[in-house]
């Protein structure tokens, strides 16, 4: 008889006894084991998270720039568009002077030539930065674009409807009006 508790028609050569110590130590094992793949998994959502998190605040970052971009670009150009309309007088107090003729000659031509210097200087600094006279001497009359003052008499049926004189320019910047000019409209007289 042998020292085993089994019989021995029970154990064969193939079959391996492990000891009850040995058992609860690969049990202890195969829960750590475990143990560590749910930690795992736990980490692998977590740094998901984190990295869905630093992903969206990527783009919002990247959002804001672009926002703060076109807000620069707005107010630099509702500035200069401020600083033009502080201008614009002067600019109508040149055109009116240009205006009258018969005073405009009766000045020295020097004189005349300095003005008209400053005058060119001041326009070509505001085209520099967008802003240009709008002039529409000869085009359709167009409610959304000028303002008419006047409608006058003309004979010539091609100048129906049409923008005859300006009395005061208007100005654009860009495709955006400014200020709209004010002009004399041509009607065909009955």
């Not at 492990?18 to 740094?47: F, H, N, T, Y």
């Amino acid at each position: 008889m042998s020292d085993t508790p089994f019989p021995e028609e029970y154990l064969e050569d193939d079959v391996e006894l492990i000891p009850e110590d040995e058992m609860v130590e690969e049990e202890g094992k195969k829960k750590k084991a475990e143990q560590k793949l749910s930690e795992l998994e736990i980490c692998k959502k977590e740094r998901q998270e984190y990295l869905d998190g630093w992903q969206r605040a990527q783009a919002d970052y990247a959002n804001l720039k672009k926002r703060m971009e076109e807000d620069k670009k707005y107010i630099g150009a509702f500035a200069v568009e401020s600083f033009v309309q502080e201008l614009l007088p002067s600019l109508d107090a040149f055109d009116m002077a240009f205006g009258n003729k018969v005073a405009w000659e009766a000045v020295d031509k020097n004189w005349r030539s300095g003005i008209e210097f400053i005058h060119s200087s001041l326009l070509r600094a505001l085209e520099d930065r967008g802003v240009v006279q709008y002039d529409p001497l000869g085009e359709d009359f167009d409610a959304e674009l000028h303002n008419s003052l006047e409608m006058v008499q003309v004979e010539d049926k091609k100048q129906d409807g049409k923008v005859v004189s300006v009395i005061q320019k208007g100005y654009k910047m860009g495709d955006r009006i400014m200020r709209v000019p004010n002009v004399r409209v041509g009607q065909v007289g009955e």
